[in-house]
């Protein structure tokens, strides 16, 4: 059973996107026209919008757009968001060209209009709900700096990215991430999740000092035994 707070994130969502629909149809109309032909195309502009929010909204939720947690959106959501928005695009454009046909709407209302609010509407959309994951995870970040103990990562691969940000998220975990030690020389002074890399791993105890660093972890999956030792050596050492 989805939690209730989920539900009220949606409710959100779904206000965002009666908002974005109708910026995206009237940002259309504004982008095809010149200033002095909009009040002209008014009444069209203001029937498509009513139609794009009796099409696109249903169409978004049987597409399940309201059923997400956005905070971990990812590329399959973005496939989704395109398939969604251009299925409801599709259906808007084919009930604004029969009106359009039956003489229901100006004759010379501009066709391309629908091509624009299909764009401006994936932008829109997927603009959105990727804004939500970026202010989540800025949010979460925020409130873990400063937060746990000084962790120090070693190994600056996906293995590495994925412990920072797994930190960076969870507060239960009560680490902070301070820096990366890698002993690829392309990877020195980068930064990775805003994280960034300080050294070779032969700096391991200059770094501990530097950055005051109460944990250590080895992000290495096939880190051999020599390492595993080394680090140990040197983590006894600082205390």
Request: with cysteine; proline share 5%; hydrophobic share 50%.
């Amino acid at each position: 059973m989805p939690a209730p707070r989920n539900h009220i994130r949606n409710r959100f969502v779904l206000i965002g996107d009666i908002a974005l629909i109708i910026v995206s149809v009237l940002g259309s109309f504004a982008l095809r026209l010149d200033a002095e032909q909009l009040p002209f195309y008014f009444p069209a502009a203001f029937l498509m919008c009513a139609v794009a929010l009796v099409i696109k909204i249903p169409v978004f939720y049987l597409f399940g757009l309201y059923r997400r947690l956005w905070i971990y959106a990812s590329t399959g959501e973005l496939r989704l968001i395109t398939v969604a928005v251009t299925s409801a695009s599709v259906l808007v454009s084919g009930v604004m060209l029969f009106l359009l046909s039956v003489g229901r709407i100006l004759p010379g209302m501009p066709r391309s209009a629908l091509g624009i609010d299909w764009l401006l509407s994936l932008v829109l959309i997927g603009g959105s709900r990727f804004a939500l994951r970026i202010l989540a995870e800025q949010s979460m970040i925020s409130r873990a700096n400063g937060k746990g103990k000084r962790a120090l990562v070693i190994g600056a691969g996906d293995a590495g990215a994925l412990v920072v940000r797994e930190l960076q998220k969870s507060s239960q975990l009560n680490l902070t991430p301070v820096g990366f030690l890698d002993d690829d020389p392309a990877k020195q002074r980068h930064s990775i999740h805003g994280v960034t890399v300080i050294g070779t791993v032969s700096d391991l105890a200059s770094a501990i000092d530097l950055h005051r660093v109460e944990e250590v972890i080895i992000a290495i999956p096939s880190a051999p035994g020599r390492l595993v030792r080394m680090v140990n050596d040197v983590c006894r050492l600082k205390g």
